[in-house]
């Protein structure tokens, strides 16, 4: 029986509800999902960068009312720290949180020049110059855990926080076919194989809901 809601929006265009319901998984947590309409204004928006929202993705849980994903992230933590969603070494779990923290609040070139649309993909896709430097730096943070860390995922043998904030990304280098270094198209290949993206993406590819802004071929 689900003990907890986590309000969401569309699965195919909302990196943040991917997000949320990742952070969920990994910690174990049992959730109802509720959806918000495509035609709630205020949705719309969030998915169309005109503005941030607060109704997704939204964790109630026992009384508790959780927006943000690193909120959520730090929620679940507390709850259930035997989940591992940070490294349990104290170095390499401020490194996860510095990267986690970096995604999560930049990289604004990068979200408006390539929105998360899991429907599609682009075998060719002109990349507006100014998301270049957000794409390099998403590399070398990339790089920099890997090595560090031996991989596959960010911070070694186990997803953590940082995957569930980079996943989506790795799905829209995928989308728009972005050439990568070996090393980062290995990592988006990782992150495209998790179980639960693609639980994800199949519950994705079924929403009969669309967002023409977000569908226009280039």
Request: proline share 6%; glycine share 6%; aromatic share 10%.
């Amino acid at each position: 029986m689900a003990i907890a809601e986590l309000t969401l929006s569309s699965k195919n265009y909302s990196s943040w509800s991917l997000r949320g319901w990742l952070l969920c998984r990994l910690a174990g947590l049992e959730v109802v999902e509720r959806m918000i309409a495509l035609d709630d204004p205020e949705n719309r928006a969030e998915l169309l960068l005109l503005s941030p929202s607060v109704l997704v993705p939204r964790l109630t849980h026992e009384g508790a009312s959780v927006w943000d994903t690193l909120a959520i992230a730090e929620y679940l933590h507390e709850l259930y720290p035997q989940a591992g969603l940070y490294p349990a070494d104290r170095i390499a779990r401020a490194h996860c949180r510095s990267v986690s923290g970096e995604i999560h609040s930049g990289f604004s070139n990068l979200r408006s020049a390539l929105p998360m649309n899991l429907k599609v993909r682009h075998e060719k896709f002109p990349i507006f110059p100014g998301a270049r430097p957000d794409i390099e730096r998403i590399e070398t943070i990339w790089a920099e855990c890997l090595d560090r860390y031996g991989g596959p995922w960010l911070f070694g043998q186990k997803p953590t926080v940082a995957d569930t904030m980079f996943a989506p990304v790795a799905e829209r280098f995928l989308t728009y076919a972005v050439t990568l270094s070996p090393a980062s198209a290995a990592y988006c290949r990782t992150i495209n194989g998790w179980h639960l993206i693609r639980e994800w993406i199949d519950d994705a590819r079924r929403e009969p809901d669309e967002v023409e802004e977000l569908d226009y071929e280039f």
